[in-house]
């Protein structure tokens, strides 16, 4: 278990960064604490979790608490995983505990993001969870269809246009790309992938110990046991981590929504890889 390993290998590990420390500067903020900022600032050495809503980025979080600081993926609580991993959504500030830090984030190209890992998962599988996740936020139903015609509920933008806007990276930020659906078919190798692009160093068997007990079945499991950060902005009764299936679209897409998503999607599919050449 990584808590095992957490004891043996971290000892290692937690607090040596990939580069030297240091205070980043807050030119907006005064008397802050030492080692806070305001969450738009960042440095060049930092990484961006880029992805579309819905795409992973939660679990994707979760592992990198993981790999970077050895919270459990089991046992670590939101809180703590939003501390070490802070979301540019959530938080105003966040602490510098090493760098480069990561940020979740489901943001556009940004001049000031200069490394970023784009998340990318079958727009189709996508649309459908973010309905999902829409409604269990509204008292009113939500339209699949009024989503893709309108754009209503979409943040920030429509997925075809987020994609080919990292794509295009207009900003010439260093990307590493991940699929959702190779994460979940080989995390360690995902997971190894992204160490060697941040220039972290961890042994094969402690990256084993973070896939290990990150299935999407341990996620929801977690999400049951300890809830979130902020309790109040998610319902009890409505999980957040819901099906998780590569291909789940085929049977929660209707064929007139589907259509309408194809219309706008289908090139930018194609060059993700999801549809044949």
């Known amino acids: 278990m990584i808590t095992r390993l957490a004891s043996s290998l971290l000892q290692r590990y937690r607090g040596r960064p990939s580069a030297p420390q240091k205070r980043v500067q807050n030119p907006w903020v005064e008397n802050l604490p ?47 995983v ?11 500030f966040y602490r510098r505990y090493l760098t480069p830090t990561f940020f979740k984030s489901h943001e556009l190209p940004r001049p000031e993001y200069r490394r970023a890992v784009v998340l990318l998962r079958d727009g189709r599988d996508a649309m459908v969870s973010y309905q999902h996740f829409l409604q269990a936020l509204s008292a009113e139903p939500v339209s699949l269809k009024e989503m893709l015609e309108t754009g209503r509920g979409l943040y920030p933008c429509r997925w075809h246009e987020h994609v080919e806007a990292w794509l ?15 994460l979940k078919a080989n995390t360690v190798r995902e997971l190894q992938r992204v160490c060697e692009f941040s220039g972290i160093s961890r042994p094969i068997e402690y990256i084993q110990a973070v896939a290990a007990q990150s299935s999407f079945e341990q996620m929801k499991e977690r999400e049951k046991r300890l809830g979130w950060e902020d309790p109040a902005a998610w319902p009890k009764d409505k999980p957040f981590i819901r099906r998780g299936t590569v291909g789940s679209y085929r049977d929660e897409f209707p064929q007139d929504c589907l259509d309408i998503f194809m219309a706008q999607s289908t090139e930018t599919l194609r060059k993700c890889g999801y549809l044949d050449a």
């Open 34 to 80: 030492e080692g806070y900022s305001p969450i738009s600032v960042v440095e060049p050495s930092d990484i961006v979790i880029a992805g579309y809503p819905k795409s992973g980025n939660t679990w994707f979080q979760v592992l990198i608490a993981g790999l970077l600081h050895g919270v459990s993926p089991v046992y670590g609580p939101d809180s703590v």
């Open 82 to 92: 939003q501390d070490l991993v802070p979301d540019v959504h959530v938080r105003k």
């Open 168 to 182: 295009k990276n207009p900003y010439s930020t260093d990307c590493l790309t991940v699929k959702y659906e190779d």
